[in-house]
């Protein structure tokens, strides 16, 4: 089965590691997920970087150079840089563990480890952060979608929508007006690639376009041509509300 990774523009990481070989097999495989990775081997130099760059987060090995892993934490908190940390390192005794998550690591993985696992732990805490930031009702035109009460109204009435379609809904609200392809979509869903060729996104948005723009003058979900799927307000389309309704996208 071939794999695609979307790229994610908004996951920019910053890993400091010492160790050429297991900075560059790391730095390859986040590349390869399409995330945007800088690195360096020095704890000073990682320190001071840290500091003034908008990173999304931060993967620290604790064995650096020039000054301790837990250092450079400790540093970073001290002067008010919240950006997220992830802690690798081979020490592996719980007092090393709790003393990095006391310092503010956001999380710890202990060398060796899976570089699915990593990816994966980075991605937890990207949708944490993204989570807490985001407001939790949303509105487009006449539909409200509110994350808390996990509801959806359009027009006054409330919809019933399985997980996956209030997670694709809140995905598309979320990102009003741009055209997400089928690919993200499925990998910020489901939390993993699909072959490109799956229709596991199309018969999901038929069904939200059912219950969501069938019997209104308002489409909200268009097709993007070669790309995906965007919500946006602009009106009747009298073509994608015939195709939607014969199950064609």
């Not at 089965?1 to 160790?19: C, G, H, K």
């Amino acid at each position: 089965m071939t794999m695609t990774y979307t790229a994610e523009p908004d996951l920019r990481i910053f890993y400091i590691e010492d160790n050429p070989t297991a900075r560059e097999f790391v730095k390859r495989g986040l590349e390869s997920r399409g995330i945007d990775v800088e690195s360096c081997s020095d704890g000073i130099e990682g320190l001071e970087r840290a500091k003034v760059e908008p990173y999304a987060i931060i993967v620290l090995d604790l064995g650096l150079p020039s000054m301790d892993g837990l250092v450079v934490l400790r540093t970073l908190r001290q002067a008010g840089v919240e950006t997220p940390v992830l802690v690798l390192s081979g020490r592996s005794q719980p007092s090393d563990r709790i003393a990095g998550l006391n310092l503010g690591a956001d999380d710890y993985l202990a060398k060796p480890f899976a570089l699915e696992e990593l990816i994966a732990r980075v991605r937890a805490i990207r949708r944490r952060v993204q989570t807490e930031a985001q407001p939790l009702e949303l509105q487009v035109a006449d539909l409200m979608l509110d994350a808390g009460r996990h509801s959806v109204i359009r027009a006054g009435k409330y919809l019933v929508l399985t997980p996956k379609e209030f997670a694709l809904l809140e995905l598309l609200m979320r990102n009003k007006g741009r055209a997400l392809s089928r690919s993200m979509m499925t990998e910020r869903v489901w939390g993993q690639a699909f072959e490109v060729s799956s229709h596991v996104i199309s018969v999901h948005i038929n069904h939200l376009r059912s219950k969501l723009d069938q019997g209104y003058d308002r489409h909200l979900i268009h097709t993007v041509a070669g790309v995906g799927y965007m919500l946006e307000d602009r009106g009747r389309n009298v073509f994608e509300s015939s195709s939607s309704q014969t199950g064609t996208v």
